[in-house]
């Protein structure tokens, strides 16, 4: 004790830190002796080595880009493919007067500004003796023009490089996705050695979620190089490795009929093979050209799509939100039956409205007389929304909320494409976290009816129809069903395959209900099944796009459109034994009877005569 | 003691002295830094392919750093002593934030936006990290005893893994040293220190397998074999030894480097400028540099063993020591005896961040030398 006081701020103790202070510049000093005898050993012992190697002869390390990988559909079509194009390249260092070169270019080929700019940026960035695109996707009109006056300029010339092609354009672009240049963003994630050399990266859909192996391995060669770094000769090769092939689910035939059918709909259909889960269609409809995005898109061009009113660059098939509508009735009826909420036969009454209890808010029926009695078969036929209200009720959003999530209804359905929204299926706990409020009955009232909080993805309600016509055995979607690549490689298989618990009589109630919504006289979407030998189950659905209330006043021109119900329509079929199931969302259609079942029937109807006349 | 003597000891200063006192600047400390950012000027107008904009960015910052260490230098030691707990609670408090929104964005985070200017939190936790442990052993008697080891230990190992885990294992490097630096200054045992080493050792193999990135990882075994991979991660190395080794004994003289010119030598301008100083000067340019180096830690621990209370001394000696460890880590990684550890060459390496807090640094050792309480023995 005595030792510690004496010892603070004293003598003792600065002479002790004296001691350390010499201790430490001891230990500097030799570790600096260390480092001079390495420089030592580099700059005076390693200088010819090292020399040799830095003067006349370099050694340059130039990498090879791998092919990327060709993407199919499944009848093997060419989705996305390398193409060879005709770029217009200068080289800066042998063209005497490059503005003037640049001036006499762009009137003999009416080149737009833009393009000139982005030369002179990459010029900045290059070696003087480097060739740069001036004019990339060069057309044979322009080709014979710059062909004709060639001899006169010096250090110009057409090159063929390698670009990326989408035959399909805008009809997969929302699957396919597009690869563009490689920008810094992209540098900070990426194995910077592996891309020595690449130009482009997936930027979205499959080119994006499936970059590594669609990119393939990077080869590099040695090449010997003089003091200005020009190539003098290779030394060594060491080979790339081609992008794997990868070969989709989607059938483009099905695909385009799907867009088409949409017509003046914006919208998404989504169709998947019941038994693989494997994604037939996925449209988003309006799509766009990919084209342009490979080499830059122009400015003007993609603030235009951006801009654009119908947001064609927006995946709805895969990020679009709606409510369900009716869509979730067949969902909910069997939740009914399950719990034992309801039985089959009993019959709920429908005045036209439904009233909780204590309170005087009417939640109408669709028909204003209403539905009389109705059980739960006519409930999903005729679309009975008072049946729900009540069901619902009895249920309670809890049970309602576990029963739903089997179907993957608020999860991402884990598709193989990134992005994908969750969607929302509401729960007591999810409104006390996100809003800071109880649930309230009348929410439980509207949730019957896929109104409230409940949005879906067209591709979770096409999971979830699948997963419903499997007998509660779950289908994930996927996209890509084959990888073929040098080192072969199967697609990563086993998926975990679950199956919601379910009572086989209760999906066969609820199946026959669907399927009365396409064939019986009453059913809600009987226009589509009058041509065909087999029977498809469907549910049509409306959704309401604003809430308008009584008094509000708005501007009529502008919104009318944009103010009418999404028409929705999910389906499978042959209902007794489902080969495909549907979701279709035509955005401000109306009626999902009259707009959105007619389109899942084109793609189902064409489906099952290809794989009729697949196996005679 | 005759009066003479005593008078002599109390003698009035002379105006000149009177101005430096007041400026609060350490003339031989800032002399041989101007000469080092004078240094770094030339060297990056030939590295960075004589781009003028650049060197006026780099001016703006390095005038911004030196305005800062002036004023740091007019604040008393007593104040950073009396702060020192709360910059370094705020410090680790920005760590965690940015942390966290390094997790919800994706990847690697170690900026905080400010709007006008971007922040790096690990920046300013090299400095209060020696700063806090300074200050808690600065209210103990010295030598350290085991309790207060441990718990600077652990004040030591919050902000280290908070930044290991950006993931920037430079700055951690050096904000553990510098940690570390306080401890071996407050006079912990030899005994102890070789035990540290020891069990330091005997971790390696831990940390190799659980706390290293692959990326990390990737580095150390390219410092041991660079052919492996001569198109990634080899490809730093080989290219620096290229480029200093070729440079020899007298250089190729300023703007004749050829091997950044070529673009051999990647990010030539900021982690491996050193590598292009070698070039153009040689080996004894390289000697002149370590040589200016070396002065600034030797004046900056003659100010640390000048220093008149416990505070003032464990943090000028550790700030000191800390300055050595950057030069150390940047050299030894551009020659190729230590893994490439992102760490820039200090004073002389583009950038405005680390210049700004290395500036920060000599601005409380000059605080520390120039507010003088007590009279000298």
Not at chain 1, 49 to 74: F, Q
Not at chain 2, 203 to 228: G, K, N, S
Request: hydrophobic share 45%.
């Amino acid at each position: 004790m005595l030792r510690n006081l004496t010892y603070k701020d004293n003598p003792e103790e600065s002479h002790q830190f004296l001691g350390r202070i010499i201790s430490a510049l001891i230990i500097i000093l030799l570790l600096t002796a260390g480092l001079i005898v390495r420089l030592v050993y580099l700059q005076v012992a390693g200088h010819q080595h090292y020399a040799t190697l830095a003067k006349e002869n370099s050694i340059k390390i130039e990498p090879t880009v791998p092919s990327r990988g060709v993407i199919y559909d499944n009848r093997g079509k060419i989705l996305a493919e390398n193409i060879q194009t005709h770029t217009l390249e200068l080289i800066p260092e042998q063209i005497s007067d490059l503005d003037d070169t640049l001036l006499k270019l762009k009137t003999l080929l009416d080149i737009p500004d833009e393009k000139i700019e982005q030369f002179q940026k990459l010029r900045k960035r290059q070696k003087h003796f480097m060739s740069i695109p001036l004019l990339t996707n060069m057309t044979d009109e322009e080709m014979a023009k710059f062909a004709v006056v060639r001899p006169f300029y010096h250090g110009t010339d057409v090159q063929i490089r390698q670009s990326r092609n989408y035959p399909y354009g805008e009809l997969a672009a929302h699957v396919v996705g597009y690869v563009g240049r490689i920008n810094e963003e992209d540098m900070k994630e990426l194995p910077l050695a592996e891309y020595r050399g690449s130009t482009f990266i997936g930027k979205l859909g499959i080119e994006s979620a499936y970059e590594s192996v669609l990119h393939g391995t990077t080869g590099y060669s040695e090449i010997e190089v003089n003091v200005q770094g020009r190539p003098l000769k290779t030394l060594k090769e060491v080979d790339p490795i081609a992008g794997a092939n990868l070969y989709l689910s989607l059938d483009m035939e099905l695909q385009k009929t799907a867009y088409d059918a949409l017509e003046k709909y914006n919208g998404a259909v989504v169709a998947i093979e019941i038994e693989t889960g494997g994604v037939l269609t996925f449209v988003s409809r309006p799509g766009f050209d990919p084209n342009p995005f490979v080499v830059g898109i122009s400015n003007s061009a993609y603030q235009a799509l951006n801009a654009s009113p119908d947001q064609p660059l927006f995946n709805r098939a895969l990020r679009g939100l709606y409510p369900p509508g009716s869509t979730i009735k067949p969902f909910m009826a069997l939740a009914g039956l399950e719990y034992d909420a309801v039985g089959v036969r009993q019959q709920l009454f429908c005045p036209g409205y439904y009233q909780l209890p204590n309170d005087s808010h009417h939640y109408r029926d669709w028909r204003k007389g209403g539905h009389g009695s109705v059980n739960v078969s006519e409930g999903i036929t005729q679309s009975c929304d008072v049946y729900f209200y009540r069901l619902a009720s009895i249920l309670g959003i809890d049970r309602i909320h576990s029963f739903l999530q089997q179907f993957g209804f608020g999860e991402k359905t884990g598709i193989d494409l990134m992005g994908e929204k969750s969607g929302l299926l509401p729960s007591r706990g999810w409104k006390m976290a996100k809003k800071g409020q109880a649930w309230f009955p009348g929410e439980t009232v509207i949730t019957g009816i896929g109104q409230g909080f409940h949005q879906v993805t067209p591709l979770q309600l096409a999971k979830a129809t699948a997963t419903l016509a499997n007998n509660g055995k779950v289908v994930t979607p996927y996209l890509v069903d084959k990888l073929v690549a040098e080192s072969a490689r199967s697609p990563s298989a086993s998926i975990p395959k679950s199956t919601i618990a379910l009572k086989s009589a209760n999906i066969k109630t609820i199946i026959a209900a669907m399927v009365n919504v396409v064939h019986s006289n009453r059913g809600t979407a009987r226009s589509i099944g009058l041509d065909i030998n087999y029977q498809i189950a469907g549910k049509t659905g409306t959704a309401q796009v604003i809430n308008i209330k009584q008094n509000a006043s708005y501007n009529e021109h502008q919104i009318d459109f944009k103010q009418r119900d999404h028409a929705l329509f999910i389906s499978f079929a042959p209902a007794d034994n489902p080969k495909i199931a549907v979701a279709v969302i035509a955005e401000n259609g109306g009626h999902g009877g009259s707009v959105a079942a007619p389109i899942a029937a084109k793609v189902i109807k064409q489906y099952l005569r290809d794989k009729q006349t697949a196996q005679p | 003691m005759n009066i003479e003597s005593r008078r002599e000891q109390f003698h009035t200063p002379t105006l000149t002295e009177r101005i430096l006192g007041k400026l609060h600047i350490d003339i031989p400390l800032f002399i041989i830094l101007l000469l080092i950012s004078l240094l770094s000027f030339v060297i990056l107008y030939s590295a960075g392919s004589q781009e003028v904009g650049l060197l006026v960015r780099q001016a703006f910052r390095v005038g911004l750093a030196y305005l800062l260490m002036t004023v740091l230098a007019h604040i008393s030691p007593y104040q950073f002593k009396r702060y020192s707990a709360l910059l370094f609670g705020i410090g680790i408090a920005l760590l965690v934030a940015v942390l966290i929104m390094g997790h919800i964005g994706k990847g690697a985070q170690r900026w905080l936006d400010l709007g006008v200017f971007r922040f790096q939190p690990s920046e300013m936790i090299k400095i209060t990290t020696p700063m806090m442990i300074a200050w808690y052993l600065a209210d103990h008697a010295l030598p350290i005893k085991p309790q207060q080891l441990l718990i600077s230990g652990v004040l030591i190992l919050i902000p280290t893994l908070l930044i290991a885990k950006q993931p920037d294992l430079g700055t951690a490097i050096l904000v553990a040293s510098s940690g570390m630096a306080v401890l071996f200054f407050a006079g912990l045992s030899w005994r102890f220190i070789l035990a540290i080493i020891a069990s330091l050792s005997a971790l390696a193999p831990v940390v190799w397998h659980y706390f290293l990135h692959d990326y990390q990882r990737a580095r150390i075994i390219t410092l041991l074999d660079p052919e492996a991979d001569p198109l990634g991660k080899g490809y730093h190395i080989i290219q620096s030894k290229i480029a200093i080794g070729s440079g020899g004994i007298y250089g190729k003289g300023w703007l004749g480097s050829k091997q950044s010119e070529l673009e051999f030598l990647p990010e030539s301008s900021t982690d491996f400028i050193f590598a292009v100083f070698a070039e153009e000067f040689g080996l004894f340019g390289c000697l002149g540099l370590i040589a200016l180096y070396l002065l600034v830690i030797g004046r900056c621990l003659y100010i640390a063993s000048q220093a008149q209370d416990t505070y003032s001394r464990l943090l000028a000696g550790s700030l000191a020591f800390t300055f050595f460890v950057y030069v150390f880590v940047n050299i030894g990684m551009v020659i190729g005896v230590l893994p490439v550890v992102g760490v820039p060459l200090p004073m002389v390496s583009y950038g405005g961040t680390s210049v700004v807090t290395l500036l920060a640094g000599f601005g409380i050792l000059m605080s520390i030398h120039t507010h003088k309480k007590l009279i000298t023995h």
